[in-house]
């Protein structure tokens, strides 16, 4: 009896090395797509008022979590039975980034300013909440599209594991893409309230800490803006290259086509292609739609 106990305990022993092992490896080839989803998720999860970012964070965690009880299941049983259908699943998800980044860069030219949520006096809290739950569920879904990806990369390292070890793996990798992006992007955006901590320090002591601790803490205060606008920019290119980088991977015309390029600026305009030609699709089908309303 405590033999085959021991057994027991030496197989999870070896199972969990095993694991541990290609976590490593899974984690090293999603290191890519995980900046890049710190990037794109930190900038949708910035530009609420002070008093609703942890909120909103939270709220997007939870909603990155209930992806990934959804898409884990479904990529396994995907990978078993209809294998062919990932890289459609996966060009569909690319389309929608990269739609979003053009979207972005598209406003950005033609001079639209995004809704600043820190003005909450300024508009009717319905209205303010209302524009909220859509950023939050927006985010939400750009996080499905990455956390597939995200997945489908880790899975394509232990595939040739044994179940229980790719099921170990995987899972580590989805957990990591959710507390670790999301911890991140919580500890971003309350840079300002580590400054004043700082400052409100500063003022107890004397001398040189006092000064250190003073400048650090103006320093985290006057960078936020600048870090969040930086990450605005950084979200929109992270969209473009995974979007474009989902298109040139898995289509193999695409891929030559781009050859000659560096591999991140073949990905970028790929994403740029794509985007234009959907975002052109929907003004022209939005123009289209309101011809025929004017003129019945």
Known sequence: MASGIFAILDDV?????????????AAKKTAGILGDDLAVNAEQATGFHASRELPVIWAITKGSLLNKVIILPGTFLLSAYLPWLIVPILLLGGA????????????????????????????????LDRREIAKIKAAIRTDFILSIEIIVIALGTVIGQTLPVQILVVSVVALLATVGVYGLVALLVRMDDTGLYLIKQAATL??????????????LVASLP?????????????????????????IEAVHHALAIMPAMAANLVAGLIVGALILAMMHIAKATKSSFSEHP
Do not use: C, Q
């Open 206 to 219: 004397e001398g040189i800490p006092a000064h250190s601790l003073r400048f650090n803490g103006k320093l």
């Open 13 to 25: 022993a070896m199972l969990l090395d095993d694991a541990a092992v290609m976590s490593k490896v």
């Open 226 to 250: 600048r870090v969040i606008r930086l990450l605005g920019v950084i979200g929109t290119v992270a969209m473009l290259l995974v979007g474009g980088g989902m298109f040139v991977h898995n």
């Open 96 to 127: 929608y980034l990269s739609f979003e980044g053009t979207e972005k860069v598209y406003e950005w030219i033609i001079g639209h300013k995004a809704i600043k949520f820190a003005a909450r006096g300024s508009m009717d809290p319905k209205e």
